[in-house]
């Protein structure tokens, strides 16, 4: 990416402080993004946020409701919570809506190799 123009950092949220650590602590430095919010329902990484806020000078908003959470202004959300806290696929979804899904601009961004963290879910330039 050109950092010589003015680009917007996209904002985005993690949902699950304590498998989503690794991603938090890259988004804080990332010249690109910005860590918007993060939801978690253990209280302790309530006191982790505030910390890094405090450290870095930044505004990270903290929520325990997810739906509170998903009405934060984001641009993506990154899911590092358990694949078995994960909402069931609905009922007649396949592989060829997902590609469907794809084609109309919904895509993943895949973590690097060895990568610890779950797929981020963003629209991809057309």
Request: hydrophobic share 35%.
């Amino acid at each position: 990416m050109n950092h010589d123009c003015q680009t917007k950092k996209i904002k985005i949220g993690v949902f699950g402080a304590g498998r989503g650590m690794t991603m938090i602590n890259g988004l804080l430095n990332n010249p690109d993004a910005e860590l918007a919010a993060i939801c978690d329902y253990y209280a302790p990484f309530e006191k982790r946020v505030k910390k890094i806020n405090k450290q870095t000078g930044t505004k990270i908003s903290f929520y325990h409701d997810f739906d509170k959470f998903m009405n934060h202004d984001m641009d993506a959300v990154v899911l590092a919570n358990y694949a078995s806290e994960h909402a069931p696929m609905p009922s007649g979804f396949s592989i060829q809506d997902a590609t469907s899904c794809s084609r109309q601009g919904f895509g993943s961004l895949h973590p690097p190799r060895g990568a610890r963290h779950s797929r981020v879910g963003l629209p991809e330039s057309r």
